[in-house]
Nanobody, 121 residues
Framework: HVHMVESGGGVVQAGGSLRLSCVPS????????TGWFRQAPGKEREFVAA????????YYADSVQGRFTISMDNTKGTLYLQMNSLKPEDTAVYYC??????????????WGQGTQVTVSS
């Protein structure tokens, strides 16, 4: 069963940077779109950023636009999230996902276990 594997979380001071990485558990996996959600304590999971698996079209939540950059290295099948100018409100567990879209229009999401990002003030 395919799942996503995240890495790169940690503790950083406000204004600092972190880079998250995500790879599928099986090689040669591909999807329609991949990206990141996050969930802070006591809050619902929210969208952060996404990128088309092929084509590079990106999407960002307003809260991270201009500070976070999502990218994809298709040669390695690796997804990245470069996070700059981090704020305490960015503290959350960050989840990588990949969405496959089938010919009949249905979709299926593959998720990772999450990686903790903590931004201290």
């Amino acid at each position: 069963h395919v799942h996503m594997v995240e890495s790169g979380g940690g503790v950083v001071q406000a204004g600092g940077s972190l880079r998250l990485s995500c790879v599928p558990s099986e090689p040669y996996f591909s999807a329609h779109v991949t990206g990141w959600f996050r969930q802070a304590p006591g809050k619902e999971r929210e969208f952060v950023a996404a990128i088309r698996w092929r084509g590079g079209i990106t999407y960002y939540a307003d809260s991270v636009q201009g500070r976070f950059t999502i990218s994809m290295d298709n040669t390695k099948g690796t997804l990245y999230l470069q996070m700059n100018s981090l704020k305490p409100e960015d503290t959350a567990v960050y989840y990588c996902y990949a969405r496959q879209r089938y010919a009949d229009g249905t979709t299926y999401d593959y998720w990772g276990q999450g990686t903790q990002v903590t931004v201290s003030s």
